[in-house]
């Protein structure tokens, strides 16, 4: 009976932690596309208002400028699908965070990552715009050295703000490893 009652007691934890990875492989599947369509028009129209605040902006399709007779091109890379999944995947490999602080905790990594991608789009094109010799060191530096620090300095981010006390994925093993039968 004993034994009945601790394995009833662990269910709600494994259909959470088996609800949580499963919505990680569903977006992740078909090649990150629900973050591609969410994020390119949340990301180009902004920087293409921000961009028509200082230039002579035209906006030949949903992802290419003409700013001062320059093309500027968003691609997936410039988007940044990968980071909001990471982001995600760091939000959701989490145990412990009530659903309603989890929803937040998203909305805030998202907004952040957001802001910090139109800011460093709109900086870049300035660059280019104006035909600086910094533009390949600066593109560089920012697509290799700093991008994933920013992902990762939202996340930290995050877990003060939000007060997050689990390890991502580690929590979620450890949890696992406890009622498994590898534990002696």
């Keep these: 009976m004993v034994n009945k009652k601790r394995a009833t007691r662990k269910n709600p934890n494994l259909s959470n932690l088996i609800l949580r990875y499963l919505i990680l492989v569903a977006v992740a ?9 969410i994020f390119t028009p949340l990301t180009a129209y ?3 208002f ?14 290419t400028f003409l700013v001062n007779d320059v093309p500027i091109e968003l691609i997936n890379a410039c988007i940044a699908g990968s980071a ?8 959701l490999s989490t145990p412990g965070i009530k659903i309603k602080t989890r929803v937040n905790a998203i ?26 010799s910094y ?3 600066t593109h560089s530096f920012f697509w290799y050295g700093l991008s994933t ?15 997050i006390k689990e390890i991502p994925l580690y929590s979620d093993l450890k949890s696992v490893y406890k009622v498994s039968h590898l534990k002696k």
């Design 46 to 48: 902004p920087v293409h």
């Design 149 to 163: 620090f920013i992902v990762v300095g939202i996340w930290f981010a995050e877990v003060k703000m939000f007060k």
């Design 107 to 132: 909305l805030f990594s998202f907004a952040a990552f957001l802001i910090l991608n139109i800011i460093r789009i709109v900086a870049l094109s300035s660059l280019a715009i104006s035909g600086s």
């Design 29 to 37: 599947f078909p090649g990150l596309w629900l973050f591609y369509k």
């Design 50 to 63: 921000i961009l028509g605040l200082f230039y002579n902006s035209i906006m030949l399709t949903s992802t």
């Design 84 to 91: 909001y999944y990471l982001l995600l995947i760091f939000n």
């Design 135 to 137: 533009f390949d060191v």
